[in-house]
């Protein structure tokens, strides 16, 4: 066989492998799927994008000890994938943190009585590893409601209350809500 033919059959073999990898690629499902939520009203305009783990009969949240998927006192992402992020068309105050018009990546340490929530301004980051923590815009202490029903699938929803809306965030028996208003 000369050198053409080869160089034809490598290019053949490479272009087929990379054919398969893409087309595996984008018929696989992710196993956490990207999700939003939005919310636009009582001046209050905001998204949050993130990506959605399912629980999977594990335990998420509790001790090291228990082999809790999510320590309590260790750094979460808040999903999966890369970090959380935090999208505002208006200045707000995000549960008690005053928080201008951008974007924003938001992280967790869960506690079983309560959690910190991270603001961080780099907004665009792998979640993988903790923010550069002095990039931090402020971290707001968020109290846990347990519940009786369980999420398979980590959600954050918005929800509007009065003038004000509310994130939720809620996994397993595990929720929180963060009250976000307008800061004007």
Known sequence: MNLSKKVVMAA??????????????????????PGEAQ????GVSLKIEYSRPYKKDR???????????????????????DATKLILDTDVDFGGQPLKAGSYSLYAFPEQEHWIIGINSEANRSGGSPPDFSRD????????????????????????????????????????????KSAN
């Open 12 to 33: 053949g073999i490479l272009l087929l492998a990379i054919v398969g990898y893409v087309g595996y690629y984008l018929l696989t499902p992710p196993l956490s799927p």
């Open 39 to 42: 919310y636009d009203q009582a």
């Open 59 to 81: 335990l998420i949240f509790g001790t090291a000890d228990e082999g809790a998927l999510l320590p309590y006192g260790k750094y979460w992402r808040l999903g999966a994938n």
């Open 137 to 180: 815009i402020g971290r707001i202490k968020i109290p846990v409601i347990t519940t009786s029903v369980s999420q398979e699938q980590f959600t954050i929803s918005i929800e509007e209350k009065g003038a004000q809306a509310l994130v939720v965030m809620h996994w397993d028996t595990t929720r929180i809500e963060i009250p976000v």
